[in-house]
Every structure is written in structure tokens, then in C-alpha cells.
């Protein structure tokens, strides 16, 4: 069993078991299953559930995005606006992502409220 255990855990450092974490200025570079972080752009369209769920992710501070689908379990706080982070690979101009993939990343309590009004 020991050895076993020492061949996987020299197997996955060798072989580089992370996936990288790109931004879709990045993707064009890249093959193979990647964990891709953006914002969500409007519109989101589709079901999670039937089909899949189509929208884009841009860069966080960039112009340059990317259509994502995705199927699965949809995280409470996910809406157009929201830094994600989806895993999968991109096909033909399309961004697949793996089913329960997604992440929506929580705003920080010590931003700035986006929604209040200066007086």
C-alpha cells in the first residue's frame, strides 16, 4: 500500500497535477483542461440544467472575453457582474465547462458598495 502511495504522489508531481488558472486573454494559448477566472457578462442565458448555461467571461481588468457553457449546480451568488472561476477547455471558440465546475468568488466586506449613492 506504502508504495503504491509513493508512486502516485511521485507520478503527480512529476506530471504536474494542477490545472492552470488562466484569464480568457490567456485561453488562446493553452490546451488541455484549464481553470478559466472572469467576470460574468450580461446577457446569461439557458438552464444549468437543460442545455447548459451560456454566457461570456472577460477579463477582470480587460477587454478580451470568451463564450462559456456550462452545466451543473449553479453557486447562490452567481449574476452578471460576479468574478467566477469555471474549469474545462475551450472547443472550436467555445469555452466547455465541467459539469459542477463553478466557483463564484464572494465580494470583499471591505470593498467599496458598488450600489450606494454619494450624497
Known amino acids: 500500500m506504502a508504495a503504491a502511495l509513493a508512486v502516485f504522489l511521485l507520478y503527480t508531481s512529476l506530471a504536474g497535477g494542477s490545472t492552470p488558472s488562466l484569464r480568457p486573454s490567456q485561453l488562446a494559448a493553452h490546451s488541455g483542461t484549464v481553470s478559466l477566472a472572469g467576470v460574468v457578462l450580461s446577457p446569461v442565458r439557458g438552464d444549468a440544467h437543460d442545455g447548459g448555461l451560456r454566457f461570456r467571461l472577460r477579463d477582470v481588468n480587460g477587454t478580451r472575453s470568451v463564450p462559456v457553457v456550462y452545466t451543473g449546480s449553479v453557486p447562490d451568488l452567481f449574476a ?33 458598495d458598488s450600489k450606494s449613492k454619494k450624497s
Do not use: H
Not at 84 to 112: H, I, N
Open 80 to 112: 452578471a457582474g460576479r468574478d467566477v472561476s469555471v474549469r474545462g477547455k475551450l472547443q472550436d471558440g467555445l469555452f466547455v465547462a465541467e459539469r459542477d465546475s463553478l466557483v463564484t468568488k464572494c465580494p470583499s466586506k471591505y470593498a467599496p
